[in-house]
């Protein structure tokens, strides 16, 4: 059951990073991302920023969104290991993605997205076919005005896909937001779930669960004897994060749109591994639950 849970959220993680930006109305996100690891000498800090530009093609509300995004992630791998740490403290990804979207009429908005992102951990100096992973979405927005709600209810229903699932099939994708009163509004969904507090229009607090990680290749594939004592030597071929974690945030808000967000949390579920080519698990780096803290600063639409 662990087993089947485990690559549930890992394929999750692998769907949804590829459209995570076309769910989202922020238009740029710098952001920084610090998790140690409980009862190890492991740590795990992250930069990320992206931008996302929507082009007016008409008067009818088609956009055409281009959006680049780049993340370095540093992993202090200070472990006792029987493999060659070096080259598993640093990765990176560089992703370009290019969405459409139009109204469908005066509730519905249909958007499609194709990406393309390079991770790895470039030991080599160069890029090779393995960092390459392709992404693809497309997505149902309905957006109902109620004059009982502060803000419009929203709806996100869709599906998507990316090479890194091991699937040959593309993943629900669901987003539900709504503002019910002046001092109060909850999101359900994929990858984040939250219920806000407005203590006022400038600052809001917020409890959440969410689902957070990376994947990446190793370009330098290397053997390694997994945890398990009676399995064989094993071909480690890249890397993934799959974390599950509940929290509490705060927002303060500068302007309608610029925002600074402080998320501190504790994992539910930790799942650090390599993986060889099937994506199967290889050697378990980490699995237990840990403090989480990330923050940031964003421009939204909304």
């Known amino acids: 059951m662990k087993k089947s849970c485990n ?7 692998a769907g949804i990073t590829g459209v995570a930006q076309g769910q989202t109305t922020d238009l740029a996100r710098i952001e920084y991302t610090y ?8 740590s ?25 995004e780049y993340r370095n992630t540093n992993l202090k791998y200070n472990d006792p290991a029987i ?8 990765f990176q990804s560089f992703s370009g993605s290019l969405g459409y979207t139009f109204k469908m009429n005066e509730i519905w908005r249909f958007g499609a997205e194709a990406g393309l992102r390079v ?19 497309v997505y149902f927005i309905k957006t109902t005005e109620d004059e009982r709600y502060i803000d419009p209810v929203r709806l996100i229903l869709g599906l998507s896909y990316s090479t890194t699932s ?23 969904g994929i990858p984040k779930s939250n219920l806000k507090y407005f203590i006022n229009e400038k600052n809001v607090l917020q409890g959440f669960v969410t689902l957070d990680g990376f994947f990446a290749n190793i370009q330098n594939n290397f053997y390694t004897t997994p945890n398990s004592p009676s399995s064989n030597m094993r071909m480690a071929e890249n890397i993934s994060m ?3 974690l509940a929290g509490l945030g705060y927002e303060y808000n500068f302007t309608d749109n610029l925002s600074l967000y402080l998320y501190a949390g504790h994992t539910l579920v930790n799942d650090i591994r390599l993986r060889d080519g099937n994506l199967d698990k290889v050697y ?17 639409i909304l």
């Open 7 to 13: 690559w549930f959220l890992m394929l999750l993680i």
């Open 35 to 42: 998790f140690p690891q409980k009862d190890s000498d492991n």
């Open 44 to 68: 795990f800090r992250r930069f990320r920023s992206f931008i996302n530009f929507p082009i007016k093609l008409n008067e009818n509300g088609a956009y055409l969104v281009p959006g680049i």
């Open 83 to 90: 493999f060659d740490t070096n080259e598993l403290d640093r």
């Open 119 to 137: 991770a790895s951990n470039f030991e080599t100096g160069e890029m090779i076919n393995d960092d390459v992973i392709y992404t693809g979405a």
């Open 166 to 188: 091991g699937i040959p099939f593309p993943l629900p994708v669901i987003n539900y937001y709504k503002r019910f009163s002046p001092d109060w509004s909850y999101t359900l």
């Open 242 to 244: 799959t974390i599950v």
């Open 284 to 300: 378990t780096i980490n699995e237990t639950n840990s403090f989480y803290g990330r923050t940031g600063l964003k421009f939204s």
